[in-house]
Nanobody
C-alpha cells in the first residue's frame, strides 16, 4: 500500500506565499517523479510543476518565476514554494507520485487527496 499525503494549503492574500508539502509512504521500491497539479472550480486538472528522479523540473508557464518545486529524496517528500500568489492560483492542489512498489512492477501513479489553496483579500 502507498499513501500520498499533502499539507500546507490555506487562505492567503494576493502577493502572499505558501509552501505545500507532499509525502509518499508505504511499499515503495523507487520513485520516478513527483509533481503538483491543481484544479479550479469548473476547470480541468492541470500540471503546475514536477520533478523527476534526476532532479529535472518542469513548470506551467503561468507559475514560472513564482513557484519552485523541490524534493527531499531521503524522505520521499516534495515541496512547492508558492510566491507572489494571485487569485487565479486558487484551486485544490494535488500531489502525484509515479513509483514502483516492486522492481518487477510497472510504474503507477498515486494521487493525494488534495489541499485547498485560496488566494483572496
Amino acid at each position: 500500500q502507498v499513501q500520498v499525503v499533502e499539507s500546507g494549503g490555506g487562505l492567503v492574500q494576493p502577493g502572499g506565499s505558501l509552501r505545500l508539502s507532499c509525502a509518499a509512504s508505504g511499499t515503495i521500491f523507487s520513485i520516478n517523479s513527483m509533481g503538483w497539479y491543481r484544479q479550479a472550480p469548473g476547470k480541468e486538472r492541470e500540471l503546475v510543476a514536477d520533478i523527476n528522479y534526476g532532479g529535472s523540473t518542469n513548470y506551467a508557464d503561468s507559475v514560472k518565476a513564482r513557484f519552485t518545486i523541490s524534493r527531499d529524496s531521503a524522505k520521499n517528500t516534495v515541496y512547492l514554494q508558492m510566491n507572489s500568489l494571485e487569485p487565479e492560483d486558487t484551486a485544490v492542489y494535488y500531489c502525484k507520485v509515479q513509483l514502483r512498489t516492486k522492481w518487477i512492477r510497472p510504474v503507477d501513479d498515486y494521487w493525494g487527496q488534495g489541499t485547498q489553496v485560496t488566494v483572496s483579500s
